[in-house]
């Protein structure tokens, strides 16, 4: 069995890694931003579509594409921060004072 690396190499991957959920993190919350301000809203579709119930459909689908991307982003940051977490406790936590368990609880959707 060869040397996988030190701790020191392994919580600078998994901080790395960290920051890629963040960036991803970043991605996900743009596109929140865009479908929750977006300029198309259901009644524009126009007064036949609204009979027919298009413009309810797709506020609904809206709403619910906007629930996804806010859960998403509740996610990935807590992927980072347990990454992040991780990497502070093969460093030692209390050198590097790592985030609790407790603390990352609250933080994934449900």
Known sequence: MGDIGSFQVQSRELRQEGQEW?????AVQEAHDLASH????????????????????HDTFV??????FADGVQTFDYMSAALTSAANAYDGADSTAAESADHLKGRLPR
């Not at 709403?63 to 996804?68: E, K, M, P, R, V």
């Open 22 to 26: 963040q960036t991803r993190k970043q």
């Open 38 to 57: 977006g300029l198309g809203k259901g009644y524009m579709f126009g007064y036949l579509a609204n009979v027919a119930g298009l413009g309810d459909y």
């Open 63 to 68: 709403s619910a594409i906007t629930d996804a």
